[in-house]
Nanobody, 120 residues
Framework: QVQLVESGGGLVQPGGSLSLSCTASGSIFRVVAMGWYRQAPGKERELVASINAGGGTDYADSVKGRFTISKSNGLNTVHLQMNSLKPDDTAVYYC??????????????WGQGAQVTVSS
């Protein structure tokens, strides 16, 4: 299996910044994409940003221009730099991994979640 370890999160005032990181380890054959999802109380989990092995990125419209996803160590580690944070960004943020555990075996793994709270 693949293990994802997240770091970051916390409490920040509106307009402030936070950074999240996620590192994957374990039985990885080929990673296809990693990303960040978030879930606020009473709402469905939604994609925030993703990045594929070639460096292509995708962002939710609500965070474009404010959040930046990046990768290091190939696609073993991803980062999410969050700037100009708003109260609506308050949620639990989950790291996501998608790829192949071995030849022909596709799977999807999640990190433990990190609480991000934006409040004055």
């Amino acid at each position: 299996q693949v293990q994802l370890v997240e770091s970051g999160g916390g409490l920040v005032q509106p307009g402030g910044s936070l950074s999240l990181s996620c590192t994957a380890s374990g039985s990885i054959f080929r990673v296809v994409a990693m990303g960040w999802y978030r879930q606020a109380p009473g709402k469905e989990r939604e994609l925030v940003a993703s990045i594929n092995a070639g460096g292509g990125t995708d962002y939710a419209d609500s965070v474009k221009g404010r959040f930046t996803i990046s990768k290091s160590n190939g696609l073993n580690t991803v980062h999410l730099q969050m700037n100009s944070l708003k109260p609506d960004d308050t949620a639990v943020y989950y790291c996501n991994w998608r790829g192949y555990i071995d030849v022909g075996h596709w799977d999807d793994y999640w990190g433990q979640g990190a609480q991000v709270t934006v409040s004055s």
